[in-house]
């Protein structure tokens, strides 16, 4: 018998276990691991989540009002942040130069770069304030109801004066994001979520002496709040010390050559955050072809997936924050640890509201059911119930989305992101839409099937070019100067006497 054949198992088992939790230990705690990357998506997550909140209470106020206000305020809303959704993606993209050049240690750097992200939401609340005029043409070509119509032009026509704190709000908060700081965007977003309620409230409804403002009053709220979100960034950002450190007042120079690389690499972001958006943009606005109850059962089903979506969004952009930051420090690997980290915790998340969408759909309808007048509401209530079961299927696929879509923009890999957008947009999205739904006459269904095709086509090719590893050699930031150091003269010889 071979003593130390058998003597030598328990000592293997011992090292097995402690390989382990070694591992496990890594993978919790290590850098890029679950540990980091939710503790950087905590305040992103409650932060989106608020936003979420913000906007499905703004739903639910606009649901007791009417269910023409309701079936309006998706399709005008979802269009004026489609033509936001550019310039939010091209100022936004800052919190990645903020991230890579905080990892790289250049932190004198991030001033400038937050700069030019408020030029360009100088540039886009301009172009968006023209449309203005140009609100009623706009909606007549939808087609919609002439109740429902009203109600889109004043809608879209206030949100549009919200255009520059929207934007230029959204860009300053890559100033804590880009740096793992993120519970200042947390409690600036939870402020100006109770801002916008409250206003919501006693404007909608006329309330404590205001006027009954229906509709116009919710679009109002959603302004002001914005604007309540840019003064406290700027109060945040523009004090003595991020001065000194990072240039938050120094930096405001137009820079040509950086100005002209957040242009490169966001412009990209910006285009494939509009064509999402506008994909979808489209999709809502065929579906109120089919009638005021399937629109509002489509606006209800997006805005409970919202509730749902915004949290995932949230840790999407502590993947995106931690991917810069390691490409900064010339660590790859971490990089990708932290995507993995980021779809674990995702998946987790978002496959158990899955479940619920299925199980207990009533969770969710309810509160839009709460004021609304019973029997206009009860074949919208059905028709939701369905809805949520497509949102169920295509979620759980839209973590690839998210998360490695994600990643790959943190690296700067923005142009390939754009490209598929606009190829899976068309393919999958937009031109399938149109055929069956407009011209062979299929109904809301189907038009779901193709939403639910789309989110889960994109999902796989962002996790493809993911697993491609091209992203790794990426960065958005100038190479540093390199410091030369004067030559010194040589060391004279000295005669050592013996």
């Not at 509201?353 to 004021?371: R, S």
Request: proline share 4%.
């Amino acid at each position: 018998m071979n003593v130390e054949k058998y003597s030598a198992k328990p000592y293997t088992r011992y090292f097995m276990i402690e390989n382990l939790k070694n591992s496990l230990k890594r993978f919790w705690k290590g850098e890029g691991g679950y540990h980091e990357v939710i503790t950087v998506a905590i305040p992103l997550v409650l932060s989106t989540g608020a936003w979420s909140v913000q906007h499905f209470v703004d739903r639910m106020f606009l649901t007791w009002y009417s269910s023409e206000a309701i079936a309006a305020a998706m399709p005008a809303g979802i269009l004026n942040f489609a033509i936001m959704s550019f310039f939010i993606g091209t100022a936004s993209y800052v919190s990645t130069f903020v991230a890579q050049y905080y990892g790289s240690g250049r932190y004198e750097r991030i001033g400038p770069a937050l700069w030019q992200g408020i030029y360009i939401a100088l540039i886009g609340g301009l172009i968006v304030l023209c449309l203005i005029p140009f609100a009623g043409a706009i909606f007549s070509l939808v087609g919609h109801d002439a109740a429902v119509q009203g109600n889109e032009v004043i809608y879209f026509q206030y949100l549009c004066l919200g255009g520059v704190p929207v934007i230029a709000s959204l860009s300053l908060s890559g100033f804590f994001s880009g740096r793992g700081k993120t519970w200042p965007v947390m409690w600036v977003n939870t402020f100006a979520t109770a801002v916008n309620l409250f206003l919501d409230y006693i404007l909608i409804f006329g309330r404590w002496g205001f006027p009954e403002m229906g509709i116009k009053g919710a679009a109002i709220a959603t302004v002001l709040a914005g604007c309540f979100s840019f003064a406290a960034y700027i109060f945040l950002i523009m004090t003595p010390k991020n001065n000194r450190v990072y240039h938050s007042l120094r930096g405001w120079h137009p820079e040509k050559e950086l100005f002209a690389r957040l242009i490169r690499f966001g412009v990209p972001s910006g285009v494939q955050f509009f064509l999402d958006m506008a994909g979808f943009t489209g999709f809502v606005l065929i579906m109120g072809r089919l009638g005021t109850i399937s629109l509002a059962a489509t606006n209800i089903a997006f805005n409970i997936n919202t509730l749902a979506f915004m949290p995932m969004v949230g840790v999407g952009i502590a993947v995106s924050v931690l991917v810069g930051q390691y490409l900064g420090k010339d660590r790859p690997d971490l990089a990708q640890r932290s995507a993995y980290s980021g779809f674990t915790v995702t998946f987790i998340y978002m496959a158990t509201v899955a479940v619920l969408y299925v199980i207990t759909p009533e969770l969710f309808v309810d509160p839009f059911a709460a004021g609304a007048e019973p029997v206009s509401f009860a074949e919208i209530n059905r028709l939701t119930i369905i809805l949520l079961r497509f949102v169920a299927v295509y979620s759980i696929f839209d973590t690839l989305n998210i998360i490695f879509a994600s990643a790959i923009k943190g690296a700067g890999d923005t142009r390939f992101v754009m490209n598929a957008i606009i190829v899976i947009s068309a393919c999958v999205l937009v031109i399938p839409t149109y055929i069956l739904i407009i011209v062979l006459d299929y109904g809301l269904m189907t038009g779901w099937t193709i939403a639910s095709a789309y989110v889960i086509a994109l999902g796989f090719v962002f996790y493809i070019r993911f697993l491609g590893g091209k992203w790794k050699a990426m960065r958005v930031i100038e190479e540093p100067v390199p410091v030369i150091l004067p030559d010194l003269p040589e060391c004279p010889a000295v005669e050592i006497e013996r």
